[in-house]
């Protein structure tokens, strides 16, 4: 059995990259599972999805723990705990991220005998508006890497899957999935399908009997706000927002007022500031701000607004 985990933020596409790659599976004939796991909070918070494929039905359930390929659409979130990319890691697993530095800097950052794979997107894959494209172009990383699923498949597969979107979306999609399809032949086949996990190797859980207290003393309460301060929200962002001040007409609520996080305050002199920490990068302050003084800047980039944009 195929056992595969895609790892991003929230807003990325790897529930879609699990749910395309599932449908190629199956189109090869393969019985399949794919689900997300995230929690309330999605978008730049980091989540997995995985999928399971197998010529024979599949009795396991729940998440994956021993991943024979590991898919990384967001490299900054290797070395953040609460991703849990590298958890069930074994030599035999093959990683696939998604970075600008050779495998070998990798090997010796992590300290692994895993096979280490560069899946460089290209530059346009980095702009605002390319998280469409990356759910398609991780899946086919995915579907060549284990050498069972044609090019056509993965295709049909996108189709499917992206066939809510407008036409000339689903086409650049497709283009995208067939240049990694192309560029990552040379591996293709290095994901191997692991060994059944048998019942009787089980470690029994360990179960602590918990008294139960009164609803007084067990139950959560909140005594002040601003209880979330310590909580650095903004690790979860791919894109942040930076405002122009030559554009900006210091409206002072607009911004504010429709920032979800309360993120964004006012100064005494009508201009706007940003809680970089708590600022989740949802963007909903570059849709509203109605000067178009607020751009979203991709992390891996100057946070410096462009000065060449022109009015919209």
Known sequence: MYSIRFHGRGGQG????????????????????????????????????YVRASREPILERGIIRNPDLVVVADETLVGLPAAEVLSGVTPRTVLAVNTGLRPDVWKRRLNLDSLIIQIQAGKELHEPGALQFLSSWCAAAAARLTGV??????????????????????EENLRHAARMFETLAPHAGCVTEGRPVMAESYDRPEWIELPLDEAAVAAPVI????????????????????????????CWWICSSFCPDSAIRVL?????????????????CVSQCPSHAIEAVPEAVSSEPSQDRGAS
Not at 19 to 34: P, S
Not at 269 to 284: A, F, L, N, T
Request: charged share 30%; with cysteine.
């Open 223 to 250: 005594h002040a706000g601003r209880t979330s301060d310590a909580v650095q929200t903004g690790l979860w962002r791919t894109f942040r927002p930076v405002v122009d001040e030559a554009r900006c007409r210091r």
């Open 14 to 49: 790897m529930k879609t990259a699990g749910r395309i790659l599932g449908t190629a599976f199956f189109l090869e004939g393969f019985e399949v599972q794919d689900a997300p796991r995230y929690g309330a909070e999605r978008r730049g918070a980091p989540l997995f999805a």
């Open 268 to 284: 005494a002199d009508g201009k706007p500031e940003i809680d970089y920490e708590h600022c989740k990068g949802c963007m909903v």
């Open 149 to 170: 699923i044609s090019r056509k498949s993965i295709e049909l597969a996108v189709r499917q899957e992206l066939a809510f979107l407008p036409a000339s979306a689903v």
